[in-house]
């Protein structure tokens, strides 16, 4: 056994959130994002006695602040309570967005700042999504000081998850985008280069856009053609980075079906990348979504599989956070994503 196993961070204030609705198919049906995700992945860590578990530190708003804008923070920690204000009886739910021709400022009303702070209307806010989404970040923020002080890598069991989230936009289930967050603190504590590497059957269309104009942070994102997919409007391989950033960021696309055969072959190219790119540190957004039996995505992984996409990033040899995204075959979800973390570990 490893003289020293990887550390998990998790919050029990994941369960703040719990909302009741998703808006899909033209039915509120039960979100997809809920609670027993977050249980089921603690249950597999201890069950395999992966190693400690410890609960969050608090880091406060400033290294959020880094990557989200001051006013949309401000926007998420009302909204709830400026929602139940305006007499709304449901959840808090975007219904209105500035179309082409229409213009980008900021409404008082809070259906109009529920759409100009978000890109999707499946998201939800109800009481406790704050608080959540502020303990995530603290999750993220833990693991990656457990790593810049010497772990060789962390596993952040981030619930709700952040991939999608831009510096002033929600959806896609995320508010804060987590793997960003400790990709910026990384940057903040002099190391010079971080690569965030996202194997979530998704686009990080929220990471991608945060660091799409610098160099200091390569993003890479395997994932679901965005022709085909959520979230439809980025994520295609043609986009590059621009300015300072060009050449830093690479997308992967994929269609329907797709094997770990096919897979591991985009993972090998973004591996090699990161190798070009020597960073002082890797960010895995890490959704096991990619499974051959989840309810809402369409690749073919296997459950051995993420052993050995776990072997992969370890042969990386970086300082590494892994930050817990998608995945919602709740039955597997834990099985998956402990077996990344196993196979980092040189199980196979
Ligand atoms: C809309 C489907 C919304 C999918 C959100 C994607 C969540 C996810 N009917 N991102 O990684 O897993
Ligand atoms: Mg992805
Ligand atoms: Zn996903």
Known sequence: KDPRPMKTVFSPLHSRRHVRTELDGGLLIEPHEKPSRAETILARVKDQALGEILEPEEFGLAPIQRVHTPDYVAFLETCWQDWLAAGKPGEAIPAVWAGRGMRHRIPKDIDGRLGYYSFAAETSISEGTWEAARASANVALTAQKLV?????????????????????????????????IVAQAFRDQGYGKVAILDVDFHHGNGTQAIFYDRADVLTISLHGDPDLVFPHFLGFEDELGEGTGEGYNLNIVYP???????????????CERIEVFKPDALVVALGVDT???DPISFFKLASEDYLSLGQRLAQLGLPTVFTME???????????????????????
């Not at 810049?148 to 995320?174: K, Q, S, T, V």
């Open 326 to 348: 998608g995945g919602y075959d709740v039955d597997a979800i834990g099985v998956n994503a402990v077996n990344v973390m196993q196979g980092f570990e040189g199980k196979s």
């Open 148 to 180: 810049a002080d010497g772990e060789r890598a962390a596993f952040a069991l981030c619930r709700p998850p952040g991939h999608h989230a831009h510096a002033d936009l929600f959806g896609g289930y995320c508010f804060f985008n987590n793997a960003a």
């Open 291 to 293: 499974f051959e039996h």
């Open 256 to 270: 329907p079906g797709t094997p770990y055969s096919t897979w591991s072959q985009g993972l090998e190219t973004a």
